[in-house]
T-cell receptor, first 116, second 111 residues
Framework: DGGITQSPKYLFRKEGQNVTLSCEQN?????MYWYRQDPGQGLRLIYY???????QKGDIAEGYSVSREKKESFPLTVTSAQKNPTAFYLC???????????????FGEGSRLTVL | KQEVTQIPAALSVPEGENLVLNCSFT??????LQWFRQDPGKGLTSLLL?????REQTSGRLNASLDKSSGRSTLYIAASQPGDSATYLC??????????FGSGTRLSIRP
């Protein structure tokens, strides 16, 4: 079945460590996104990518990094510079379109990161 | 700056009732509006996508409407069931890289 796979589902990190969250999609979508979700808040955009080898910062990119070497993969690294990394992280993808049409957004199951 | 609001934050109704969830936005220059469902600890599941040129979309017991001029969208759920209990989020798109989410309405259906 087509979809978005995030791993790991749960991750624990010690302070000072970098961790990488995986996101893979087989929907053949051009655009991929990383969002952060905190309790009681809406989703906030960390990074997005429209095409391979290109990505843009979102609203809360500080302390995070990404790469887009393949169309189907968009890993997120949470660095030690991120002051409050404990959160639920969601990866999404959509068809990239221009003009007045944008595609439906599909999400993975999420990764919960806890800093010890 | 676009703001998306969902009121109420939580709603509890008895099984079988028809109900309406609300989503309001401040800037009518949108490309589309999407409704999602989120179960605890899970990702978001897309329910309905309404393009800016459309007025409503239907899927099974769900019907979503869009009124850009008033900055409002509603999600109508007919004959609610306990399995409908979840958090429902709306998201407004101003472009493929500018998608603004509401904080959601937590819905509980009492058996």
């Amino acid at each position: 079945d087509g979809g978005i796979t995030q791993s790991p589902k749960y991750l624990f990190r010690k302070e000072g460590q970098n961790v990488t969250l995986s996101c893979e999609q087989n929907l053949n979508h051009d655009a991929m996104y990383w969002y952060r979700q905190d309790p009681g808040q809406g989703l906030r955009l960390i990074y997005y990518s429209q095409i391979v080898n290109d990505f843009q910062k979102g609203d809360i990119a500080e302390g995070y990094s990404v790469s887009r070497e393949k169309k189907e993969s968009f890993p997120l690294t949470v660095t030690s510079a991120q002051k409050n990394p404990t959160a639920f992280y969601l990866c999404a993808s959509s068809i990239w379109a221009s003009g007045s049409y944008t595609g439906e957004l599909f999400f993975g199951e999420g990764s919960r990161l806890t800093v010890l | 700056k676009q703001e998306v609001t969902q009121i109420p934050a939580a709603l509890s109704v008895p099984e079988g009732e028809n109900l309406v969830l609300n989503c309001s936005f401040t800037d009518s220059a949108i490309y589309n509006l999407q409704w999602f469902r989120q179960d605890p600890g899970k990702g978001l599941t897309s329910l309905l996508l309404i393009q800016s040129s459309q007025r409503e979309q239907t899927s099974g017991r769900l019907n979503a409407s869009l009124d850009k001029s008033s900055g409002r969208s509603t999600l109508y759920i007919a004959a609610s069931q306990p399995g409908d209990s979840a958090t429902y989020l709306c998201a407004v798109s101003e472009g493929a890289s500018k998608i603004i989410f509401g904080s959601g309405t937590r819905l509980s259906i009492r058996p």
